[in-house]
């Protein structure tokens, strides 16, 4: 589904990633972590298209087409999400309106009708039921005033929306308690198929224990350095970044 | 041009004593510092017939002959600050002026509503006297293509009243709004509640003046505004709050856009007196500058003169942030609905803090039709 190959971005000419190598197959969970400042969230603006990031070397092909050449836009409707570390609010814009507006621009590019008002009604109830999310919420501006535990629900709220293939998660747990990781996580689990992916970008392994990887990438000094499974996590759970640091910074 | 058309003007509608003053008197020019912005000649006239009134929301219509639970109406002479030509106009007019008394007995939810449907060159005036402990919602329309309407009110806000102030400023009524100069003279006693909001996205020529002096202390003013310039049109705001007293708070939050070729003026002033100690001030303006051609002037003028006062203030001017649009096209919207959307939403932001819900919902969905979200 996402093939990355050697790929190298900077930002105001600072080299943040530095050949990044990641292979993501439909129905599999993989999680990035890695220390701050190691490019996590530079690899996921990357991979959306985020302007300032300019990538100098290496190619992204997300289901055989080579997104580098696409607008954010074009990548959103091919069926690539990112849930953002710090989702933007929205002011006077109802998050019914928006969504609608969203998936609406996602059906045209796939050829199909929008979806008539009742049967959106019934998906935007039937999914914000899934995060945790009370129907007076689909009249609240778009996370204006929302808690951050709110957004982080509304970012999956959208992602439940727009089904996309892919979804990047940034940073979600950070500013969440318990249950709402619960619910967060509980709403990625009941998505998860055969024909999608996930990847999880975290700091921490907590989130982990909710939404099992099937795959943990270690990312250090804009390098993946180390591969393995779930018992990847628990180990920088237990022992923190620091044999990370101290057995790749040779190479940095 | 408008200056020199409006001695005649004033002759042929049988105003010869407002003749003369157009006459012998000078308008306001770009040497005068609150006018630099404001050039008084790009006012433009012509003779309409009055429009048919159509209100867009239910309310009580302030007329000589208005009846309400709690509301009396009254005829008097006011005088306002003579500081230009339109001044000398408005007072030479003014001797029966419309007086509104709401008493504690005034219980309706619904708002007063004033409107304003020149068909020349018109003054309209109000006075109004909220008494101790009344609580009122007011608000002020406009109607009516390519004339000038001058508008003048005095506000008598006693203790521990809730006074709150609305002036929407476009189109409601679909037949295109005026030219508009609009001067508040608001007071405030004891423990009262001021709060102003005025929403501005239409109208060629507008120049709005609120003024609110404290007389009493702990009281509140709020001052909220959203003005758009668009188009060639011309929005100016001028604040002018006397903190003349201790323990007064007091909140402004102006947001304003300029784009085609619009141009926008805001001046703030804040002025807090020597024995007024234990003021609160804060105000923020924030303006979106879309276009090259638009122009912004915004001045915020704090002038303290206590030692003992919160004060904090800013102005921005700038642009939509990058990654506000980067967040909707990650949703799969172009950049071109991204700006529309955030430019609404900058807007809405003002529109939102109106706590009255019909009003809320009736300007945001004239925003939203404006912004075509």
């Known amino acids: 589904m996402l093939q990355i190959k050697n790929l190298h971005a900077q930002i105001e000419g600072k080299p943040i990633l530095k050949g990044i190598n990641l292979e993501i197959n439909a129905g599999t969970v993989h999680a990035i972590m890695g220390p701050n400042g190691s490019g996590k969230s530079t690899l996921s603006s990357v991979i959306a298209g985020r302007e300032e990031y300019e990538v100098t070397e290496g190619e992204i092909w997300f289901n055989g087409v080579n997104i580098l050449e696409l607008e954010p836009e074009e990548r959103a409707r091919e069926g690539l999400f990112l849930a953002f570390q710090y989702p933007i609010e929205i002011p006077g814009v109802s998050n019914a309106n928006f969504i609608k507006m969203a998936v609406n621009e996602v059906r045209k590019h796939k050829g199909l009708e929008s979806l008539s008002a009742t049967d959106f009604l019934k998906l935007m109830r039937e999914k914000a039921a899934l995060v945790g999310l009370k129907d007076d919420f689909l009249k609240r501006s778009v996370n204006a005033g929302f808690s951050g535990g709110e957004k982080k629900r509304n970012e999956i709220f959208q992602l439940a929306m727009l089904d996309p293939k892919l979804s990047i998660l940034d940073e979600t747990d950070s500013g969440l308690d318990i249950d709402a990781l619960r619910t967060v996580a509980e709403g990625v689990n009941a998505l998860k198929n055969s024909e999608n992916a996930f990847l999880v970008i975290t700091h921490y392994q907590r989130l982990l224990d909710y939404i099992v990887p099937d795959v943990v990438h270690v990312l250090y000094d804009g390098r993946i350095v180390e591969t393995g499974d779930k018992d990847l996590a628990l180990k920088l759970e237990d022992q923190g970044y620091d044999w990370v640091i101290e057995k790749h910074k040779q190479e940095a | 041009m408008f200056q020199e058309q409006l001695p005649a003007l004033f002759e042929k509608w049988g105003k010869p004593e407002l003749a003369q003053i157009a006459k012998n008197g000078s308008f306001p020019n770009r040497k005068v510092e609150s006018w630099k912005y404001t050039p008084v000649q790009n006012i433009q006239i012509s003779e309409s017939e009055k429009s048919t009134l159509n209100l867009p929301f239910e309310g009580i219509l302030l007329e000589p002959n208005t009846q309400a639970e709690g509301i ?77 309407a001058l508008t003048y009110s ?27 100069l609009s001067k508040i003279y608001a007071q405030q006693h004891a423990q009262s509640t001021y709060q102003h909001t005025i929403i501005t996205f239409d109208g060629s020529w507008i120049r709005n003046e609120l003024n609110v002096t404290h007389l009493g202390e702990y009281l509140f003013t709020g001052m909220n505004g959203l003005y758009v310039a668009d ?86 001017v700038g642009k939509l942030r990058q990654d506000e649009i980067f967040y909707l096209q990650s949703r799969g919207l172009s950049k071109e609905t991204a700006t529309q959307l955030l430019t609404n939403a900058f807007g809405a932001e003002v529109i939102e803090k109106i706590e009255n819900e019909t009003l809320r919902s009736y300007c945001l969905e004239a925003w939203n039709n404006k912004m075509g979200v």
Not at chain 2, 95 to 114: G, H, N
Not at chain 2, 272 to 299: G, M, P, R, W
Request: aromatic share 10%; proline share 3%.
């Open chain 2, 72 to 148: 009396q109406i009254g005829f008097e002479a006011v005088d306002f600050p003579r500081k230009d030509i339109f001044d000398d106009f408005a007072n030479e007019s003014f001797q029966r002026v419309l007086t509104v008394t709401i008493s504690r007995k005034f219980k309706s939810e619904l708002p007063l509503i004033w409107i304003h449907q020149p068909t020349s060159v018109s003054t309209d005036c109000i006075k109004i006297i909220v008494e101790d402990g009344a609580t009122a919602n007011f608000v002020e329309l406009y109607q009516g293509n390519q004339q000038l």
């Open chain 2, 154 to 180: 005095n506000i008598l806000v006693e203790s521990k009243a809730i006074f709150n102030h609305y002036q929407f400023q476009f189109d409601g009524f679909k037949a295109g709004m005026p030219q508009v």
């Open chain 2, 231 to 316: 188009g060639n049109r011309l929005v100016d705001n001028h604040t002018n709050l006397e903190h003349a007293k201790p323990n007064g708070e007091s909140s402004e939050f102006y947001k304003g856009i300029a784009m085609d070729r619009g141009q926008a003026v805001f001046n703030g002033r804040i002025h807090v007196f020597q024995d007024a100690q234990k003021t609160n001030a804060f105000q923020n303006n924030q303006n979106l500058l879309l276009s090259n051609e638009a122009q912004i002037n915004a001045k915020p003028q704090l002038e303290i003169f206590a030692d003992d006062v919160k004060c904090s203030h800013g102005a921005t």
